[in-house]
């Protein structure tokens, strides 16, 4: 198993290298979508789990990426809901609260 789990990476931003073989990325959406400036956005994760039920064993990975969608507002069509994705303020409450949950699969300080 790879030792890094990026459990909500979207277009993978977050990464200078958007194939590292040593992230397992996940998110819960997989598309492709033309962005209002002819960019595409691709959404490509190796699995669609929720990241709130990981179908994973307790310790499975050293670090967990955890940068869940944030955004309370955004036109239904706009770049940004694209990208980023939008949750309700009831919702980001509950995501970090799992933030502290998800600990429960980092294995601990050990080098990667």
């Known amino acids: 198993m790879k030792p890094i789990l990026d459990v909500a990476c979207g277009s ?3 990464y200078f290298d958007k ?15 033309e962005l209002c400036d002819g960019r595409k956005l691709v959404v490509s994760p190796e699995t669609n789990w929720d990241f709130t039920q990981l179908p994973v064993p307790d310790e499975s990975f050293y ?12 036109g239904d069509d ?3 809901k694209a990208k980023y994705m939008t949750t309700t303020i009831f919702s980001l409450a509950a995501d970090h609260a799992i933030t502290i949950s998800a600990q429960w699969i980092w294995k601990g300080s050990e080098s990667i």
């Open 12 to 14: 993978k931003m977050f």
């Open 19 to 33: 194939e590292d073989p040593r992230v397992h990325f996940n998110d819960l959406r997989t598309e492709e979508k």
């Open 63 to 74: 670090m967990v990426v955890f940068d869940p969608p944030h955004l309370l507002h955004a």
């Open 78 to 80: 706009s770049w940004l």
